[in-house]
């Protein structure tokens, strides 16, 4: 009950795409839902996050929707580039409670 | 600014080495993490100090042992590792224990 499942494992995306990676936890306790990016050799750095009080929240390119009933949480990433080409991960906590990281997933935009 | 640091960036040491990692914040944070990462895989939690007291400790074998120096201070101190202990250590820091956390860039640890 304490896993987030995170799919794909992998994407290409062209360059002007959209890019989706897929969340899903079953912890309904959970009340914090952060994205991380992160390049090869560099420490994940927080893009967007999310509280099940709202069903989507965008910054920029990158928008995160979020589905309370189904228990699942989403990241899209809007005309992708290939400097956006990292590993994202998404997490969730409950209220006062450590981070549960999905698996990742390592993104490519081809050029 | 949302920046923590760690030094070093990468370390290579034997398995009867004595080393230390450090890590460094000074946005006020009260909340430290040591983080291990392998290869493809998500951060591991190690420990977690809160207000410079350790909270919360992993399981985590007495080869790596943390200390807190201070608010914007973590070291963790390593000694007798294993191959299998080489990875990339994360610190990470947040306002509050267990809120928003922020990572530093990492040290890329190295076994022989």
């Known amino acids: 009950q304490q896993q987030v499942k995170q799919s794909p494992q992998s994407l290409i995306v062209q360059k002007g795409g959209i890019s989706i990676i897929n969340c899903a936890y079953e912890?309904?306790?959970?009340?914090?839902f952060p994205w991380y990016q992160q390049f090869p050799g560099k420490g994940p750095a927080l893009l967007i996050a999310?509280?099940?009080?709202?069903s989507e929240k965008k910054e920029g390119r990158f928008t995160i929707s979020f589905n309370k009933s189904a228990k699942q949480f989403s990241l899209h990433i809007m005309d992708s580039q290939p400097g956006d080409s990292a590993t994202y991960f998404c997490a969730a906590s409950p209220p006062g409670g450590k981070l549960i990281f999905g698996q990742g997933t390592e993104l490519s935009v081809k050029p | 600014d949302t920046e923590v640091t760690q030094t070093p960036k990468h370390l290579v040491m034997g398995m009867t080495n004595k080393k230390s990692l450090k890590c460094e914040q000074h946005m006020g944070h009260r909340a430290m993490y040591w983080y291990k990462q392998k290869a493809k895989k998500p951060p591991e939690l190690m420990f977690v100090?809160?207000?410079?007291?350790?909270?919360i400790n992993e399981s985590v074998p007495s080869r790596f042992s943390p200390e807190c120096p201070n608010s914007s201070l973590l070291n963790l101190h390593l000694h007798a590792l294993q191959p299998e202990d080489s990875a990339l250590y994360l610190c990470a820091s947040s306002q509050v224990s267990l809120g928003t956390q922020y990572f530093g860039p990492g040290t890329r640890l190295l076994v022989l």
């Open positions: 100090y809160s207000y410079e007291k350790l909270s």
């Open positions: 999310i509280r099940p009080d709202v």
């Open positions: 912890n309904t306790a959970f009340d914090y």
